[in-house]
């Protein structure tokens, strides 16, 4: 399957600052990636969906002016999560369609925030 | 009514047995199925695709689509324990690339 990455895999930050996560796709190209926010014990559930060359897509509920993505080429995607707060802790997931018609989602390691 | 649903589980099941995980999905004009598996504290994986009904095979594992019943399964022979694992559904929209997930099963195999 194709491979994508994450980095970094985990940060800790103080609360108010802003974080940035990369997430690349390394053996193949994306013009579309999904960012996903998993709590402990519970679903995954998709922020938003990043457009190469275009703006990003927020599902309902999400803050675009909090959580910042810019998909920067069609290897990369950035999600920024800016003054973050404890409640912004959590697991986030980013994924690239690949494989017969683009049908198949691959997921990066994923980031562990943790704000104090 | 969810879109895609799945029993919470936990499954357990003996090692060495089949484990059955089901799903069910509400748009019927749905044509890509999905089952990724999750470790605890790890991102999904994409275990098996299945985009026509009856059933596919990959090693241990066999994915099951009947789509007059929307429904789709995913069977584990000879459970190990390192099957144990969340293991979630997902159905692809029809209308962009976004999947539709389930919450997914938790699976137990008891040595």
């Known amino acids: 399957g194709a491979v994508v990455s994450q980095h970094p895999s985990w940060v800790i930050c103080k609360s108010g600052t802003s974080v940035k996560i990369e997430c690349r796709s390394l053996?193949?190209?994306?013009?579309?990636m999904f960012w996903y926010r998993q709590f402990p014990k519970q679903s995954l559930m998709l922020m938003a969906t990043?457009?190469?060359?275009?703006?990003?897509?927020?599902e309902q509920g999400v803050e675009k002016d909090k959580f910042l993505i810019n998909h920067a080429s069609l290897t990369l995607s950035t999600l920024t999560v800016t003054s973050a707060h404890p409640e912004d802790s959590s697991f986030y997931i980013c994924s690239a369609p690949s494989g017969r018609n683009n049908n198949e989602q691959f997921f990066g390691p994923g980031t562990r925030l943790t704000v104090l | 009514q969810k879109e895609v649903e799945q029993n919470s589980g936990p499954l357990s099941v003996p090692e060495g047995a089949i484990a059955s995980l089901n799903c069910t999905y509400s748009d019927r004009g749905s044509q890509s199925f999905f089952w990724y598996r999750q470790y605890s504290g790890k991102s999904p994986e994409l275990i098996m695709s299945i985009y026509s009904n009856g059933d596919k095979e990959d090693g241990r594992f066999t994915a099951q689509l009947n789509k007059a019943s929307q429904y789709v399964s995913l069977l584990i022979r000879d459970s190990q324990p390192s099957d144990s694992a969340t293991y979630l559904c997902?159905?692809?929209?029809?209308?962009?690339?976004?999947?539709?997930w389930g919450a997914g099963t938790k699976l137990i195999i008891k040595p």
């Open positions: 997902a159905v692809k929209s029809r209308s962009n690339y976004q999947l539709i």
């Open positions: 990043s457009n190469e060359g275009s703006k990003a897509t927020y």
């Open positions: 053996d193949f190209q994306a013009t579309t």
